[in-house]
């Protein structure tokens, strides 16, 4: 959907030619349809939907964690009530928030919000949006490292208990 935002001019492109006067006529028109209208208004609802990674760092990661938790009990109820799994990355045992976060925001996030940025003053969405991801990023990294480790208290752990149980 954002990509038919890139058609459009930049907010800062000057009009200081006939012809691109004449495109901002094309353009003002274009957007003063219904059709257009209701698209504008539609992405614009979508942005505000999936907006949590343009928000101040301490914001964005309360609401991840709570989206997350959310999910995970959704997914919980399925596995309960027998019911097909829609989302089966958000299982709470295996899934990684951090990693989870970095996916949504270069699939669903950047593009729109870059596609909206070109024709709307949003600097400080924008530098939200890179200094999340790249928490996001350490994070994952962070996370990815120590697995290794948790892998082998684990693996530990199960030796133990079962030479308690030769004994």
Same mark, same amino acid.
């Given at each position: 959907?954002?990509?038919?935002?890139?058609?459009?001019? $930049?907010?800062?492109?000057?009009?200081?030619?006939?012809?691109?006067?004449?495109?901002?006529?094309?353009?003002?028109?274009?957007?003063?349809?219904?059709?257009? $209208?209701?698209?504008?208004?539609?992405?614009?609802?979508?942005?505000?939907?999936?907006?949590?990674?343009? $928000?101040?760092?301490?914001?964005?990661?309360?609401?991840?964690?709570?989206?997350?938790?959310?999910? !995970?009990?959704?997914?919980?109820?399925?596995?309960? #009530?027998?019911?097909?799994?829609?989302?089966?990355?958000?299982? $709470?045992?295996?899934?990684?928030?951090?990693?989870?976060?970095?996916?949504?925001?270069?699939? !669903?996030?950047?593009?729109? !919000?870059?596609?909206?940025?070109?024709?709307?003053?949003?600097?400080?969405?924008?530098? !939200?949006?890179?200094?999340?991801?790249?928490?996001?990023? #350490?994070?994952?990294?962070?996370?990815?490292?120590?697995?290794?480790?948790?892998?082998?208290?684990?693996?530990?752990?199960?030796?133990?208990?079962?030479?308690?149980?030769?004994?």
């Amino acid at each position: 959907m954002g990509k038919c935002l890139l058609l459009y001019p $930049r907010a800062d492109q000057s009009l200081s030619d006939q012809s691109s006067m004449d495109s901002m006529s094309d353009i003002v028109a274009h957007l003063s349809t219904d059709e257009s $209208r209701i698209l504008i208004k539609r992405m614009l609802m979508k942005c505000a939907d999936i907006s949590n990674p343009c $928000r101040p760092l301490d914001l964005c990661i309360i609401w991840a964690k709570r989206i997350a938790e959310e999910y !995970f009990d959704q997914t919980d109820e399925e596995i309960a #009530k027998h019911l097909p799994i829609v989302m089966p990355i958000f299982s $709470r045992n295996t899934c990684s928030i951090p990693r989870s976060q970095c996916s949504f925001i270069e699939y !669903f996030v950047q593009g729109m !919000f870059e596609s909206w940025s070109e024709i709307c003053d949003i600097p400080e969405l924008m530098e !939200f949006l890179k200094v999340n991801y790249q928490y996001w990023k #350490k994070e994952d990294v962070q996370e990815s490292a120590e697995l290794p480790e948790i892998e082998e208290e684990i693996s530990q752990s199960e030796d133990t208990k079962e030479d308690s149980k030769d004994s």
